[in-house]
């Protein structure tokens, strides 16, 4: 224990920087998540098209040399040329990826939505907590142990080759992912049978409509995807400022009421894409109609 408190305690050297300024970070992730949730697909979607470009037009022009015999063509330099047709290739090659991206964003996203409505729908139908509390506590408890010690961990045993802070904080990162996995499958394996239909129905439903809409509707599967994250940013960032305002996060009935919270931002968000996406009526001329 004593050996864990001191990792701790340089851990904490570590990131103290970075906390001290941990009300600003999360009120900035909040705007980020604000603009994801509102506008995420169109962000998206025009990033990606402009990578695209941009690394076309940069192959294009390194292959220049390898694809005109001439320093130039038509008064213009061969590699101006290469880079326009690599930067519209890269352009419709991206616009095509777009579309797998989507639907397969759109798959990911639509399980963890049916898993939570499987959750949800499990708790009111059969008015209990999905998974007992007597298998939540000690896994909670076990995940918490965990993630301090894979944080921590990095800081010690590192042989010959020191780590920078940012390549420890990586290192503890993933250790707190794995912890987390270690939680869910915990979570998994105490939950009951019913429990366990409910989810994998869920999951599977989920998948389903994502894929389907992300073939049907790519754009508006992008925006499923981007409300999804935009929400669970927000949220994430609303709970850590919640206690600087005077919001008890951790009392009861809190995780329920970021749940709520989440659901009715996603929904919102989603709403809102989805309307801005709806092509406007064409106008029709007074006279054209009066005739």
């Known amino acids: 224990m004593q050996a864990l408190a001191q990792q701790l305690d340089a851990w904490q050297r570590l990131t103290e920087p970075a906390m001290q300024h ?5 009120a900035g992730g909040l705007v980020v998540g604000l603009v994801v949730l509102l506008a ?30 001439e320093p130039a063509m038509w008064g213009v330099s061969s590699g ?12 419709l090659l991206a616009a095509v990826l777009f579309r797998f991206a989507a639907t397969a964003a759109s798959a990911a996203g639509a399980a963890v939505l049916g898993v939570l409505v499987a959750s949800v729908w499990f708790g009111f139908s059969h008015h209990d907590t999905l998974v007992p509390e007597s298998t939540t506590a000690p896994a909670a408890q076990a995940w918490a142990q965990a993630a301090a010690s894979a944080v921590s961990a990095p800081l010690v045993d590192q042989g010959a080759a020191p780590m920078t802070p940012l ?7 993933e250790g707190v992912l794995e912890a987390t996995s270690q939680l869910a499958q915990n979570l998994w394996s105490g939950a009951s049978e019913d429990a366990r ?5 869920g999951a599977a439903a989920g ?39 005077g919001i008890d996060t951790a009392a009861a009935g809190a ?12 929904v919102f968000g989603v709403g809102v894409q989805w309307v801005s996406m ?3 009526k064409a106008r029709v001329p007074r006279a054209a109609a009066a005739g």
């Open 80 to 91: 101006v040329i290469a880079a326009g047709l690599g930067a519209i290739a890269g352009c």
């Open 278 to 280: 709806r092509k406007p």
């Open 255 to 266: 995780d329920r009421f970021a749940l709520w919270a989440f659901g009715a931002l996603l």
């Open 207 to 245: 998948v389903m409509v994502g894929l389907a809409l992300g073939v049907i509707a790519p754009k508006r599967a992008m925006a499923l995807t981007t409300a999804l994250a935009g929400a669970g940013l927000c949220v994430g960032c609303m709970t850590v400022l919640g206690p600087m305002v």
């Open 167 to 173: 390549q420890q904080i990586g290192r503890g990162a």
């Open 197 to 201: 239909v409910f989810i994998a129905l």
């Open 40 to 69: 995420g697909a169109k962000l998206v979607r025009g990033g990606l098209l402009a990578a695209g470009a941009g690394l076309g037009g940069l192959a294009g022009y390194l292959m220049a040399p390898s694809i005109f015999s």
């Open 22 to 26: 941990g009300p600003l970070l999360a």
